[in-house]
C-alpha cells in the first residue's frame, strides 16, 4: 500500500499544504524545526488517528486556529480510499470514504504504518507502558477486533478502578457491582491475553532471524511476555479465562483495600533477551538500537503475511544515526517493494544506492518542496 497524496490544514507549523508522493522512498530534509516530523507525525495520524509523540490532540491545531485537518489518499490493492482526520475542540471525527467512522475499530488498520523514530530506543530501556502501547498499536492495526477489546477494557478498567475506590472509602458496600465488572473486563482481558500471544510469537518468529542478521549472526534474540498472572505463552483462552477468575477472586479483598485493580493486560510487560540476557538489564546501547531496528524491520514483514501488503514506513531522524552496516540492512529489506519516508537534517553519511533512486523534498518553515 501507498499515500498518493497527503493534505494538511491548520496542521502544527503548516497553514496549508498538497503534496503527492510516488511508490518509493521519499527523503524529507529540512533544518531543525522546519517540520520534518510534524509531516510524519501528519501520515502516522492518518494511520491511528493518534500522535506518536503527545497525546494532547490541541498541540496538532495550529496555534490560534480552530481546527487541523489532515487527508490522504490511500492505495491499496489497486483501489484508492480517501482517509481524513479533524481535531477541535470539539474532539477528534475520523473519515473513510467520506464517511464518518464512530468506532476506531472501523478505521484503525485501513493505512498499516510502521514508523522508526529515536524515542523507539525506549522500546527496549523504557517504561513498561511504553512497550504495552508497542504491542497494542501494532496489534490493532492488523486486528480491529483487538481494538474494540481494548477499548472495552479500558472502559470497564475505569468504572471498576472508581467502584474499588469507592469500597475502599467505604461509600459504598456494592461488591455485587464489583463482581459483575470483574466478569466483564476478565472477558475482554482474556480476549486480549490470547490476542498478544499469537501476535508475540509471530513477532518472534520475524525478529529473531532480522536481529541474528543485523548483529552479523552474533546475537540471538528472545522475547517473552511477562503476565501480571502466571500463566504460559501457549495457553487457550478457556484456560486463560479460569486463570483470571481464580486470581481476581483470591485478590478480591486486596484490591478493595488498595482501591484499584491489580492485575491485567494493563500490568503486563514485554522482555527482550539477547543471548539468553535481559537486554533491559545488560545491553549495551547498540544491543537495544538493534533490538529496536529488528522489532521494527519484524513488523513490516509481519504485517505484510498477515495484510498482503507492505506498510508505510516512516523513518524519522533515524537513518544516520545507524552505522553502515545496520543502515544497508534496513534499505535492503524495503529496496523496492516499501514506500518509506525518511526525514534528515543532510543527505551526507547516508550512502545508500536507494537514495540516488528516491524522490528527494526540501522543508523549510511548513512549506514543502519536491527538488527538481
Ligand atoms: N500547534 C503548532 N502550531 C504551530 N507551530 C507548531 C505547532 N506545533 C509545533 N509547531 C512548530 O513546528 C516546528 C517544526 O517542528 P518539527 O518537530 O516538525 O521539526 P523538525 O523539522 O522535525 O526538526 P528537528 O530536526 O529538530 O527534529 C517547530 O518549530 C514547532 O514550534
Ligand atoms: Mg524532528
Keep these: 500500500m501507498h499515500i498518493e497524496q497527503l493534505k494538511l490544514k491548520n496542521y502544527r507549523n503548516y497553514d496549508e499544504l498538497e503534496l503527492s508522493f510516488d511508490n518509493k522512498v521519499n527523503v524529507i530534509i529540512g533544518e531543525n524545526a522546519q517540520g520534518k516530523t510534524n509531516l510524519m507525525e501528519a501520515i502516522y495520524l492518518l494511520a491511528f488517528t493518534k500522535s506518536h509523540r503527545t497525546s494532547r490532540e490541541k498541540e496538532l491545531i495550529q496555534w490560534d486556529e480552530k481546527y487541523a485537518k489532515i487527508e490522504g489518499r490511500l492505495s491499496k490493492r489497486n483501489r484508492q480510499f480517501p482517509l481524513e482526520v479533524i481535531f477541535s475542540a470539539k474532539g477528534k471525527k475520523a473519515k473513510l470514504n467520506h464517511i464518518e467512522q464512530q468506532r476506531l475499530s472501523g478505521y484503525i488498520g485501513m493505512l498499516n504504518v510502521v514508523m522508526f523514530a529515536p524515542e523507539d530506543l525506549t522500546l527496549v530501556k523504557g517504561p513498561p507502558q511504553i512497550r504495552r502501547r508497542f504491542i497494542d498499536m501494532e496489534l490493532g492495526q492488523i486486528q480491529p477486533r483487538y481494538i474494540y477489546h481494548l477499548t472495552h477494557y479500558q472502559k470497564i478498567l475505569k468504572q471498576r478502578n472508581h ?210
Design 163 to 372: 467502584l474499588l475506590k469507592q469500597l475502599q472509602r467505604k461509600v459504598t458496600k456494592d461488591d455485587v457491582m464489583l463482581d459483575v465488572l470483574t466478569e466483564q473486563l476478565i472477558e475482554h482481558a482474556t480476549s486480549i491475553l490470547e490476542r498478544r500471544f499469537t501476535f508475540l510469537k509471530l513477532l518472534k518468529k520475524w525478529a529473531s532471524p532480522i536481529h541474528y542478521g543485523i548483529s552479523r549472526k552474533i546475537e540471538r534474540l528472545d522475547i517473552r511476555y511477562s503476565p501480571s498472572i502466571e500463566v504460559l505463552e501457549d495457553e487457550n483462552k478457556e484456560k486463560i479465562e479460569s486463570i483470571y477468575q481464580k486470581e481476581f477472586s483470591k485478590i478480591k479483598d486486596k484490591e478493595i483495600e488498595r482501591g484499584t485493580t491489580l492485575i491485567g493486560p494493563h500490568r503486563d510487560d514485554l522482555v527482550f533477551y539477547v543471548n539468553d540476557r535481559n537486554v533491559q538489564v545488560y545491553g549495551s546501547q547498540g544491543q537495544q538500537r538493534t533490538t529496536a531496528l529488528s522489532l521494527k524491520l519484524a513488523e513490516i514483514e509481519l504485517i505484510y503475511n498477515e495484510i498482503g501488503e507492505y506498510p508505510v514506513l516512516l523513518l524519522d531522524d533515524v537513518l544516520s544515526e545507524l552505522d553502515d552496516f545496520r543502515q544497508s540492512h534496513l534499505l535492503n529489506t524495503i529496496q523496492g517493494k516499501v514506500q518509506t519516508f525518511v526525514s534528515t537534517t543532510s543527505v551526507e553519511g547516508i550512502h545508500h544506492d536507494t537514495l540516488k533512486e528516491a524522490d528527494l523534498f526540501t522543508v523549510h518553515a511548513g512549506t514543502v518542496n519536491k527538488n527538481a
